[in-house]
């Protein structure tokens, strides 16, 4: 037996050393570990590992096949992603023992800490004393054994596996049941504990997942992608048909929505920004591809072997799941013939797209989907996934029915469920954590690999300063505009920052370390061709990634059907039908040649700019065509460089609406643009001027000078490194609210005036629906506890007594009821004192008004103790849907704001916010505004069955009240999800946490508007 003795020999030695006896099968004795961390992490050999004390973080982490011993204690993360073997624990284990364990046994003789076996897979986990809470948390297989107490919330959200229990069950987590062991359960755990000599007289109690939250219930009907101006650009209808279909589609699924591809409205982009010096197509060399440097080296920042790219392009992560094998294939090939690199995405790698790629980065998700150190030692690089532009502060997400047999072995958890992974990695809760993981993971492939890690765009500014800490070799940055397979349409549209705003905050944090040019950005997200590619490096990117312009190369129409697993082109579904009309060879073509013409592109921009290298485009390159993109780059704005760019005389006429696609970002033309690329000779210099011409014309401004504040240019913050990801993935979120006069911190006091609601919602505007609406609408407001602002009570269709909160709306003058939870007298514009008093001592007392007469009615508010103002955005509230015929005023909120700021009162009066809200995520956005609850209107009739016709709303008669009432509990519930799964995204687990400094604006009228910064650009600390 061989020794290694840890005081003398450093651990990245020792574990060279170990992997050199394991490869001749020699056993070995290790002294002195003094709970040193990473202790025979990455062995592959059965052989025997006897540590004689203590050890640290992710002991025999990421190992298959040793036998290993630890005679006292193993701190966090014992275990970790092992998939055979054994580890035997003399003493106690810390947190997370054997989380993501794919296989083998690890014995815990004493006590282990809290979420052990998290996201586990196969294998068994022993305890021989007792747990810390939320053992077996989202765990997918396998089997733990605690014969002491279990501690809180066992097994939480588990979707597969079998937890068995011999002391005391502290509580039960969500989604899982008990039930009684089998024969077969309780013959196994005999054998086990023979097996490693121990014994037990008790009776065990299983715990095993109840089911009923495996997957997102009832599908979303089938629809047609919405031709993007109907509802984006200066043009579309604030209730347009996107909108009312968004609506009425939560009012059927009872959810909020779930769909592939990327953010579809407009978002400021490289479109917006122009080469100061002329491009000129035409006077390019036709040998331009030999002048110019574009081989690039990306990850050897801490000695491990650089990936070596021809050109500064990768391919960016999309996973085997999400993709069809076909597709993966493919790109693998491609990635080989343009000599650039390949990533796994989320699920654990395809061994014929490793077959296929010469440069493949595997990617590591939270729920270590797949994940093993073989595929590891494979690899040509290593990512571990933070957040991503499309869904930033969550989990990825594969519906079931893309989650085939095979698919489900890869990632190592059970098939037929809506796939929802933990937000946040169980071992990285912070920066310092993440140096130990990154540090576990060069340690497994003996330091030789390059290790980065994707970031959603977010708090980018701090976050690189975490990453450059943290010894990362490259980050790969991904804007608000990148795509993905399935997320929350919400998340996708509204959370994160633009993508040229992304690359500037990453550029200003490293710039405040003093470290320009010393960790390397590989952006992505929306780039679509060599124009985009240019303009990021110019602005500080080393390289870019590419995602969805590869599957657009490849055929993609954009039908935005890429979670349902019905891609009629067979790129984003695993139905076999539907897979077989992929051709792997051609389609590989089309991507290779799409490549190769961003490749010429790429170089003919950077010789007409005078540069003979890529990497010396810089930002003096540049200007911006648009006042938004001036502000959120600090490129000088310079909007007469529209015409040198405009029509080259080879672009189409504008198609007419009903041809464009469903996304702004991706118009027809870019389709078109993509595919001339995917089809044309890239040797053909005069067809690559052509395509260059058409790609350098600017796009229209879409953000106008008279472009009103509107709601859906805010956008959230989404927590990763800076600001912690909530754990677990779930929506539930808190959304209990208290509509209440603030005393300041600590509990109201008990006399004060208060209604409690589920839900931070108030509906308002149907005192003179039909009978049936009102009446299909009380049930709704008494089952969902949500309340009612009006003239009056609803009306009921029978003498059942239903029980909701009603504020009674009252214009000075009118009586008073004492039955109304409250009464808000209407002022609007012009303030004028009135003289109001409680009908009882809990009845709230409350003002609406507009931006006017905010300023006047602060004051005599909170003087006379009133509870609340209704801060009302539109021409009226007291007139039925007003929302339909009435600009939305948002600097109504921001007066309130500011007034309760100056008078040093901002929790002394609740907030109510009326007029234009559409979704959750417009509640989000009031309640992080300082409001306490929002009124919702037209949305609600929508739902219900509504059709808005001349500006009103209108109901059928043939409306039946119960479908009325389904439908309104659906929205109400959908739309509850939409706050919270905002809340959760950006690290909060109560909706009213959220606060202005978790928003940024994307346009200079809303930043104005609201006093909110823009995502970029010289204001983005106004608010901090």
Request: aromatic share 6%; net charge negative.
């Amino acid at each position: 037996m061989a020794t290694i003795d840890l005081s003398k020999t450093p651990i990245r030695t020792a574990n060279e050393v170990i992997r050199g006896y394991g490869a001749i099968h020699q056993s070995i004795e290790i002294i002195n570990p003094d709970a040193k961390h990473y202790i025979a992490v990455g062995l592959t050999n059965p052989i025997d590992v006897h540590i004689k004390g203590s050890a640290g973080y992710f002991c025999g982490g990421l190992s298959d096949g040793p036998a290993i011993r630890v005679d006292k204690n193993v701190s966090w993360g014992v275990g970790d992603n092992m998939l055979g073997g054994s580890i035997n624990v003399g003493g106690n284990a810390g947190a997370i023992a054997g989380v993501a364990l794919r296989g083998g046994d690890i014995v815990i003789a004493g006590n282990m800490g809290s979420r052990s076996g998290q996201v586990m897979k196969q294998g068994t986990l022993f305890c021989g004393g007792s747990s810390s809470f939320m053992a077996g948390y989202m765990m997918y297989g396998g089997r733990i054994i605690i014969l002491g107490d279990s501690g809180e919330k066992v097994g939480e959200n588990m979707a597969g596996g079998e937890i068995f229990v011999g002391g005391k069950i502290q509580s039960m987590g969500s989604d899982t049941r008990l039930t009684l062991p089998s024969e077969e359960d309780l013959s196994g755990i005999s054998e086990f504990l023979e097996k490693y000599g121990f014994s037990f007289s008790g009776v065990f109690k299983k715990v095993v997942c109840a089911g009923k939250d495996l997957t997102y219930g009832k599908p979303e009907p089938g629809t047609k992608p919405i031709p993007y101006p109907e509802f984006s650009g200066p043009k579309s209808s604030y209730w347009n048909q996107k909108v009312q279909e968004d609506i009425r589609i939560k009012g059927s699924i009872g959810r909020y929505r779930v769909r592939g591809f990327g953010a579809a409205r407009h978002i400021p982009h490289f479109n917006d920004i122009a080469f100061k010096a002329r491009v000129s197509p035409e006077m390019i060399d036709p040998a331009v591809l030999d002048k110019v440097k574009l081989r690039t080296f990306i990850g050897d920042r801490h000695g491990g072997r650089a990936l070596d790219l021809s050109m500064p392009v990768m391919i960016a992560p999309m996973s085997y799941g999400a993709l069809s094998p076909e597709v993966k294939q493919a790109l693998g090939i491609a990635s080989s013939l343009s000599g650039i690199s390949e990533n796994t995405g989320e699920g654990g790698m395809y061994s014929v797209e490793r077959a296929e790629t010469r440069q493949l980065i595997a990617q590591c998700l939270s729920g270590r989907l797949g994940w093993n150190i073989h595929d590891m030692k494979r690899s040509d690089g290593i990512e571990l996934y933070i957040s991503q532009g499309a869904k930033p502060g969550l989990g990825g997400q594969l519906m079931a029915a893309k989650l085939t047999a095979e698919i489900a072995a890869i990632r190592g958890i059970p098939e037929g469920m809506d796939l929802r992974s933990p937000s946040r990695h169980p071992d990285v809760l912070g920066g310092d954590d993440l140096i130990m993981k990154i540090r576990e993971f060069r340690e497994a492939v003996g330091w030789r690999l390059p290790v980065s890690i994707k970031l959603g765009g977010g708090r980018t500014r701090d976050d690189v300063k975490i990453a450059y800490k943290d010894n990362l070799d490259f980050v790969e940055l991904d804007g608000l505009q990148g795509g993905t397979g399935a997320a929350s349409s919400e998340v996708l549209e509204y959370v994160g920052i633009p993508t040229i705003s992304a690359i500037m905050e990453a550029m200003d944090g490293l710039a405040e370390i003093n470290a320009q040019g010393q960790l390397p950005i590989v952006l992505m997200g929306g780039i679509q061709n060599g124009i985009d590619a240019a303009k990021a490096i110019a602005l500080g990117a080393t390289a870019v990634g590419l995602g969805t312009p590869m599957l657009v190369a490849a055929g993609c129409i954009g039908c935005m059907q890429c979670s349902s697993g019905n891609c009629p082109l067979g790129l984003t579904t695993q139905t076999p039908k539907l897979t077989q009309r992929f051709d792997v060879q051609k389609s590989a073509l089309k991507m290779h040649h799409y490549l190769e013409s961003i490749r010429w592109q790429l170089a003919a921009i950077t010789y007409a700019l005078g540069h003979d290298h890529v990497q010396e485009l810089s930002r003096d390159d540049l200007v911006a065509l648009t006042p938004e993109a001036a502000a959120l780059t600090r490129l000088p704005y310079e909007p007469g460089y529209r015409e040198q760019y405009g029509s080259t005389g080879t672009s189409r006429p504008d198609s007419p609406v009903r041809t464009e696609t469903g996304t702004a970002n991706y118009p027809k033309q870019s389709f078109e643009l993509i595919r001339m690329m995917s089809e044309s000779n890239y040797e053909d210099s005069d067809i690559q001027k052509n395509i260059l011409a058409r790609a350098l014309e600017p796009r229209e401004n879409p953000f106008p000078e008279d472009r009103a504040a509107h709601l859906d240019d805010l956008v959230f913050l989404s927590a990763a490194l800076t600001r912690l990801v909530i754990d677990p993935y779930r929506e539930d979120c808190s959304t209990q609210t208290c509509i209440t006069r603030s005393i300041g911190i600590g509990p109201k006091k008990e006399d004060q005036p208060a209604i409690d609601l589920a839900k931070p919602f108030f509906i308002t505007g149907f005192d003179d629906a039909p009978l049936p609406v009102q009446s299909a609408l009380a049930k709704v407001l008494s089952q969902s506890g949500c309340g009612y602002i009006g003239w009056a009570p609803l009306k009921t269709a029978s003498e059942e007594v239903l029980n909701y909160p009603w504020l009674q709306l009252l214009k000075p003058g009118d009586d008073p009821d004492a039955t109304a939870a409250g009464l808000v007298y209407v002022i609007n514009d012009t303030f004028e004192p009135v003289t109001a008093s409680r009908m009882h001592p809990g009845q709230l007392l409350g003002l609406s008004v507009s931006a006017p007469a905010v300023s006047d009615a602060l004051p005599f508010a909170l003087k006379n103790q009133f509870d609340l103002l209704v801060l009302d955005q539109t021409l009226g509230i007291e007139t039925p849907w007003v929302e339909l015929d009435s600009p939305i005023d948002l600097t109504v909120m921001r007066n309130a704001v500011r007034g309760l700021q100056a008078l040093g009162k901002e929790e002394e009066i609740a907030l109510v916010n009326f007029g234009g809200l559409r979704s959750g995520t417009d509640v989000a956005k009031a309640l992080a505004y300082n409001c306490l609850g929002s009124v919702f209107s037209v949305a609600m009739g929508i739902a219900m069955g509504g059709s808005i016709q001349d500006k009103q709303l209108v109901f059928a008669e043939e409306l039946e009240e119960s479908a009325m009432v389904d439908a309104g509990m659906n929205w109400i519930k959908g739309t509850a999800q939409e706050t919270a799964i905002i809340a959760r995204c950006t690290g909060k687990t109560n909706v009213h946490n959220l606060e202005p400094e978790d928003m940024r604006a994307i346009t200079l009228s809303t930043a104005k508007a609201l006093d909110i910064p823009l995502a970029s650009g010289p204001d983005k600390r106004a608010s901090f």
